[in-house]
């Protein structure tokens, strides 16, 4: 079985930083893409930032130049910084990877993380 484990969520005021974590553990044999999604109340769940399975990376056009998603490989672990937060990026954020379990089978698998709430606000 596989666990993604987000850390790092909180109150921010406008225009503050914010830096969440999340560690992948279990059986993991080849972790093909990795990244955040967030989902604010009322809404659709949407990409915030990802490493491809090429390792680039994709960012929603609304973070662009304020979030930067990074990782350490070793740790299997993916981290979004966010700066210049705004109160349109208040919202659950949801850690995703898409895995290969085991090196005698191809078949990947999605794997979601429970959220950690994000909120802006003065």
């Known amino acids: 079985q596989v666990q993604l484990v987000e850390s790092g969520g909180g109150l921010v005021q406008p225009g503050g930083s914010l830096r969440v974590s999340c560690a992948a553990s279990?059986?993991?044999?080849?972790?093909?893409?990795m990244g955040w999604y967030r989902q604010a109340s009322g809404k659709q769940r949407e990409m915030v930032a990802v490493?491809?399975?090429?390792?680039?990376?994709n960012y929603a056009s609304s973070v662009k130049d304020r979030f930067t998603i990074s990782r350490d490989s070793t740790r299997n672990t993916v981290y979004l910084q966010m700066n210049t937060l705004k109160p349109e990026d208040t919202a659950v954020y949801y850690c995703?990877?898409?895995?290969?379990?085991?090196?005698?089978?191809?078949?990947?698998?999605?794997?979601w993380g429970r959220g950690t709430q994000v909120t802006v606000s003065s």
């Open positions: 995703y990877a898409r895995i290969q379990q085991s090196r005698y089978s191809a078949e990947t698998n999605d794997y």
């Open positions: 279990g059986s993991i044999f080849k972790i093909y893409a």
């Open positions: 490493f491809t399975s090429s390792g680039s990376t």
